[in-house]
DNA sequence: GTCTATAAGTCGATAGAC
DNA sequence: GTCTATCGACTTATAGAC
């Protein structure tokens, strides 16, 4: 029998894995270290490694955490609803996810820059598979004249790129935008995008 | 007097400069060591040490060196050229940067998750400064009737986006598109894309 | 707190090019 | 013979793990 946790456990393993991301997600996994991650939860690094055994440990949990998160708004494209509206929203809900969750967008981008070590099997398994079948439903949608005739995957890359972008590249948007909030722009501009794009 | 190098140094700092690009780009700054660098390059770490002095040095060397050849597409951008035709051969140029460069790619997408802690007071001034005058021009052009009246700044940063993503994301991509080549079909994409959001 | 490995960077000595 | 280039061994700090 696993017993249940305590409230301290739960606690710190949720302490643990916030830390977690804020440290995985800015220097990747080599460049993190147990202190800074310790540091940041507010606990020793022995007792760091009392809840979970390793490094590489915590980043896993991170990881399999987030991949759920990540392909949820995709899962949720309706082969049954209005073509351009589907898109579109799906795309909008990849967008409100960059606002709303930076950082694990950005684990998630280190991840993929170093070469996806850990991950490259569930990309060409679950990803991969979960990728084609919608493409099949948006080639459908062009076959019968009720979208434009572009390349599926190449219109699901554009849109995890442009929404994306917003959560990874956060300082460079900044920068160049100076005072003026990124989200709201970047959610006209998307709609007008694939608005356009799309039109049968 | 500096004296000019000789063919051995020429050699050798090119060979520390293509190992640090190659390191620096999988692993991030922190993720990156000396040992890696030196044995990527074929000398030992002393003699590396030798040539740049420190980790640090080889690694604003490849930055510097970096910012020229990742602007001058943006700098290309002719105001008195044909604006549709302007833009997406912007864009182009940019595609054929990341297949050709994937690797200065992703050192720039390493450092900019990072947070940009090398480079963030030139995005604040130079890269803030190029953009706003190429968005000035492509906004005179909306203005004109020339192309259709989108957010310049969020237009870029769509290009920046997708182009980049396919160095960046590389194994993703080809992890999801399996056997098929990604840059014909993105640069078809990216042709009918912008050709349908700018039309007037 | 301790242990062990690995990191960045130094030093002194030497091999080799011109 | 002198300056350039190279390297093994070392130091100090910090990493992951117990």
Known sequence: MTKPPTRIQTRNRAAILSAGLD???QFGFRGATLDQIADAAGLSKPNLLYYFPSKESIHTALLERLLDTWLDPLKALDGTGDPVQEIIAYAQRKLTLSRDYPRE???????????????EDTLRTDLKTLVDEKAAIIK????DGKIADVDPHHLIFSIWAFTQHYADFDVQVRAVLGEKAPYDGASVFLDTLYAKLLQP
Do not use: C, D, K
């Open 105 to 119: 967008s950005r684990l998630w981008a280190n991840e993929i820059l170093q070469g996806a070590p850990r991950i």
């Open 23 to 25: 440290v995985f997600s």
């Open 140 to 143: 459908a949608w062009a076959n």
